[in-house]
């Protein structure tokens, strides 16, 4: 593991290598979502993908408005005010602390990802609402031990009560089901009972020809990925309760069409998402 990929102080802000000119998937992504923090490695990706399948934008506004009422849904149902989210990628609209919040101003965050350019943007993810509290934690989520045994969770996150745990848009980055399973269930035992997962995950059950091009146009990029079928995510949910409705689409995962509009195609989503309690 690369030194920029260590868990390391909020503070400690050292010069680092970005790598601008190798695409890097949260850059992708959020050219995608139509950010400004990517490069022409990043973008020109973006637009390949885009260019063999247009509705790839479409599959990521979707995986973000999931995060936004699947953190909402825990704040506001089920009471929880503790969240880790891992591979948060850049800041976006909505990101969760301020969702959390909206709810209860004293919920708590820790963000954590491994792209040194995320640290350069972490004051934005910062900004708590005085009552609660949001720390970013650049770290590898291949090591659970390190993240959940950080300065930044230990000051923020009471790992004695209920968190939830945020996977959102990671795991297909894994293809080795070993490594993707077993890291899924290192962070679960970890948790107390009451504990959330909350997950994303890439598919191709509905694969089209043009998904089929744009996944290959990702790989040719040098970002390898592996898409998994909806028993294969359920899954990393193995021995946790499933929310209502389980695991579906994310653009069926509660959605209100007043707030987010009519439903896309499963074609044009194209990620599965659910969220599970410990019992």
């Known amino acids: 593991m690369s030194d920029f990929m260590k868990p390391t102080a909020t503070d400690d802000w050292q010069p680092v290598d970005l790598r601008t000119d190798i695409a890097h998937s949260a850059r992708v992504y959020n050219a995608w979502l139509g ?4 490069f022409p490695a990043d ?18 506004r979707e995986n973000r408005r999931f995060l936004r009422r699947a953190v909402h849904a825990l ?3 089920h009471g929880v005010r503790q969240f880790l989210d891992i591979g948060t990628g850049l800041p976006a609209v909505d990101p969760p602390h301020e969702v ?20 350069t943007h972490a004051r ?11 720390r970013y934690l650049q770290a590898d989520f291949r090591e659970p031990e390190a993240v959940l045994g950080s300065p930044q969770v230990a000051e923020i996150l009471d790992l004695d009560r209920p968190v939830a745990l945020l996977l959102v848009a990671l795991l297909h980055f894994f293809p080795s089901d070993e490594e993707a399973y077993g890291l899924v269930a290192r962070y679960v035992d970890a948790l107390p009972p009451g504990s959330h997962l909350v997950l994303s995950h890439g598919t191709h059950d509905h694969v089209t020809p043009a998904l089929q091009a744009a996944s290959e146009a990702y790989a040719a990029s040098g970002i390898q990925a592996r898409w998994r079928t909806r028993d ?11 929310l209502a409705p389980g695991v579906v689409l994310t ?14 195609s499963p074609e044009d989503t194209s990620f599965y998402a659910g969220v599970a309690r410990k019992p």
């Open 124 to 134: 934005a993810l910062l900004s708590s609402h005085p009552s609660g509290a949001t």
């Open 232 to 242: 294969e995510v359920a899954r990393f949910f193995d021995g946790l309760e499933l």
């Open 100 to 119: 959390a919040q909206r709810v209860d101003p004293t919920a708590r965050v820790v963000y954590a990802d491994n792209d040194p350019i995320v640290l």
């Open 35 to 38: 950010g400004k923090d990517n």
């Open 43 to 60: 973008r020109a990706v973006a637009q390949q993908v885009t260019e063999a399948c247009p509705s790839i934008p479409i599959a990521a």
């Open 75 to 77: 704040a506001a149902e």
């Open 251 to 264: 653009a069926a995962w509660n959605r209100d069409p007043a707030v987010d509009g009519p439903a896309p």
